[in-house]
Every structure is written in C-alpha cells, then in structure tokens.
C-alpha cells in the first residue's frame, strides 16, 4: 500500500523568499515520486519526478525536490518565489514495481505576499 | 507529453439528470483514468480506462453512476448519472506518460449542480 502526507495545507511567502512544501510518503516497494501544479482553473501539470538515480531532481519554473529514503521525504524547494508561483501542489506516490495509479497527497496551496 | 482536451469545460445541471465528458487525446495511449476533484479536495481516482475492455473502477464508485467508454485509444467519456449537488466537481481525464507511471491530465470539467 502507498500514501503521501503534505504538512500544510496552506504556506504563504514572501515575494523572493524560499519556497519549501513538504512532502513524506509511505510505500512498500520503491516508488516513483511526482510534484504536481494546479493554477487556478486549470488541470494539473508535472513539477517534476523521481524514479531512480540522482536523489536531487530539478523541474520546470526554477523548482526542485530531493528524494531521501531514509526520511521518506520528497519536499519540493524553490530559492526565490515568485507572484506566478502561487498556485495548489500536489505531491504524489506511484509503484516502481508495475504500471500502477498514482496515488496523491491533499495538496497545499501556496500564496505568495508582494 | 500527450495534448488532452476535454468537454466541456464547465456545465451548469439540473438535480437528476446526466452529463457526458469527452475526453480526446492526441496520440494514442493505452490507459486513460479519471478523476474527481471535489471543491478545495485533492484528486480521487474513479476509474481506469483501457481500450477494448471493462472500466476497472475505484471503491466508493460504481459503474451505474459514472459509466465510461473507451471506444479507441484516443478518446473516453465519463457519464455523470442523475446527478445531485454533491456531484459538483472537477472532472478530470488523464492519459499514462511512459514508462514511470506519470500522467498527462487534461484541464477538467467544472460540474455544478443544483
């Protein structure tokens, strides 16, 4: 069985201040790990994603996340936000074992403060 | 990554009456899913959807209430049968993206019902 929790479902920034969604996930086989974005109206589009190799994983709009085994963590950093960073995340889990659903977290929404 | 369309993208509906998503892709894929995102919720899977077999559907849905087809491997619907207003949500198709178990989703289906 696999699940995700995101701690927080609400983070506000600062403009230019460091962005950290956190992310800990729960599986018994390795997983394959996604950071989903949703702006407002809109579908879900990929972040970024782990499967195996480099633990640190670099995504679009400046975005990246690390993937630490032993804390069962996935959190997804940004340096600096930005006002067009505010928007829902996702964090989800998925099988490395067989094509499986993906199975995800409750989201936190990211408000970014001039 | 695949391009998905759906339709439409949003509906206003009567109590008791029924609405069908399209869902079209642009190349064709082998497994397509379906979503329901419930205001301010994250994503719940209904279904998976394969060309030329049943829907295997999630616990909690059942085929009665939300039947899907799969005519080919471009294009899926989702009914939403005699609807109620806890049936208001997104709607969200999406198709596999390789071999990492990722998936492409379409922009959702804004259902209101009254």
């Known amino acids: 069985a696999q699940s995700v929790t995101q701690l927080g479902s609400h983070v506000s920034v600062s403009e230019g201040a460091l962005v950290l969604l956190r992310c800990n996930y729960s599986?018994?086989?390795?997983?394959?790990l996604f950071w989903y974005v949703q702006y407002p109206n809109q579908g879900l589009q990929l972040l970024l994603k782990?499967?195996?190799?480099?633990?640190l994983v670099k995504g679009i709009n400046g975005f990246e996340a690390e993937f630490k085994k032993s804390e069962t963590s996935f959190h997804l950093t940004k340096p600096s936000a930005h006002m067009s960073d505010a928007a829902e995340y996702f964090c989800?889990?998925?099988?490395?074992?067989?094509?499986?659903?993906?199975?995800f977290g409750s989201g936190t929404r990211l408000s970014i403060r001039p | 990554s695949a391009v998905i369309s759906q339709k439409p993208s949003r509906d206003i509906c009567q109590r008791g009456t029924s609405l069908t998503i399209q869902c079209q892709v642009d190349?064709?894929?082998?497994?397509m899913f379906w979503y329901r995102q419930q205001p301010g919720q994250s994503l719940t899977l209904i279904a998976t959807a394969n060309q030329g077999s049943e829907a295997t559907y999630e616990s909690g849905f059942v085929i009665d209430k939300f039947p899907i087809s799969r005519p080919n491997l471009t294009f899926s619907t989702l009914t939403v049968s005699n609807m109620s207003p806890e049936d208001s949500s997104i709607y969200l198709c999406?198709?596999?993206?390789?071999?990492?178990?990722?998936?492409?989703f379409g922009p959702g289906t804004r259902l209101t019902v009254l």
């Open positions: 999406s198709v596999e993206g390789g071999g990492s178990n990722e998936q492409f």
């Open positions: 989800a889990v998925s099988s490395s074992r067989s094509a499986s659903k993906i199975i």
């Open positions: 782990y499967t195996t190799g480099a633990t």
């Open positions: 599986s018994s086989v390795p997983p394959y």
């Open positions: 190349s064709q894929v082998t497994m």
